[in-house]
């Protein structure tokens, strides 16, 4: 078994004890115990692509402004993988919090609340490519469901709090970190625009959208026209061809097909743009130089 770190990002640099779904927990949570929302109230929950795509649309926002009003940026690694994470107030309570009643966004909350106070951790097995999913618990102290008097299995609990559907729709975005995380220095550092894309395509996917629709999107890819129907259509398809075109661009995994030509294109287009730039750059030389020397002849 491979120790890579978790997909989730954890405070403690200790690793914690790695449980299945068959291992069983003393918990339960509900109104009127004793310390209802005092997980919320300070809360630190990094949210995945899918949790954003119910959140939005339960509190009837585009991404973007989504993202504006209800996250704040972080980044996953020193590479600079950029990660949100839900807003709280200074104190450290969830924004989403509304006073005693609760939740705001109970049936959309992220996975992270979900899965509270168990940690998933994802974990890749060394020569495959799957990932693997398991659990670790999370003991605080101000979180008294540990106390209740039931036993149950994590998959039973995953169950409970219909983790399954956001661990569907996230899977394969956390197969692509732990892919990058573990793949090291040999992929390096990838170049911002690349960052640029995988913020869009993971946490804005209005604007990716936009970009995949656009007639520069058509003009260098060969997708079929009912393929951008579905993309207009369905957030779940622009979801998951966020993961394809992830792929493609982080690690040169081409299965999109390019328009014919669209490479020499691209590199014409540069081209010019660097001859443009050549030229920008001599005239400003020359006007440095004229300036140098008036007056003087
Ligand atoms: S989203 Fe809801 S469950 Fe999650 S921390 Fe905020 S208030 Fe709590
Ligand atoms: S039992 Fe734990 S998870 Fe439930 S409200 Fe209390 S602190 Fe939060």
């Avoid at 980044?75 to 104190?91: I, N, R």
């Avoid at 999913?133 to 039973?156: A, F, M, N, P």
């Avoid at 691209?266 to 130089?289: G, H, I, P, S, T």
């Amino acid at each position: 078994m491979s120790d890579e770190r978790p997909a989730i990002p954890f405070q403690s640099p200790v690793l914690p004890e790695v449980l299945s779904e068959k291992t069983e927990i003393s918990f339960r949570c509900y109104p009127g115990i004793s310390c209802f929302n005092a997980c919320c109230k300070r809360a630190d929950v990094t949210l995945a692509p899918y949790d954003i795509l119910r959140l939005k649309r339960r509190l009837g926002l585009t991404s973007a402004e989504f993202l504006a009003r209800h996250t704040v940026p972080f980044q996953m690694d020193a590479d600079g993988t950029p990660g949100v994470k839900l807003k709280t107030s200074e104190e450290g309570a969830c924004l989403l919090l509304d006073g005693d009643k609760g939740c705001s966004v109970y049936p959309d909350r992220p996975t992270v609340c979900r899965y509270y106070p168990v940690a998933l951790l994802n974990r890749r097995i060394a020569g495959e490519a799957d990932t693997h999913q398991e659990y670790s618990l999370v003991r605080e102290d101000h979180c008294k469901g540990h106390l209740e008097d039931r036993l149950i299995s994590i998959g039973d609990y995953r169950q409970e709090q219909g983790c399954d559907l956001h661990d569907e729709h996230n899977r394969e975005w956390y197969q692509l970190i732990l892919k990058k995380r573990s793949a090291g220095p040999t992929v390096g550092r990838p170049p911002q625009t690349s960052l640029n894309v995988f913020f869009m395509a993971s946490y804005d996917l209005d604007t990716f959208r936009r970009f995949v629709l656009s007639d520069k999107f058509k003009d260098t890819y060969d997708l079929p026209a009912d393929f951008y129907a579905e993309v207009q259509a369905d957030d779940l398809v622009l979801l998951k061809f966020g993961y394809r075109f992830l792929r493609q661009v982080l690690f040169a995994e081409f299965s999109i097909p390019e328009q014919p030509g669209a490479w020499d294109k691209r590199v014409a287009q540069r081209q010019e743009v660097w001859d443009l730039r050549r030229q920008a750059e001599l005239a400003r030389r020359q006007q440095a130089e004229d300036e140098k020397y008036q007056g003087e002849l």
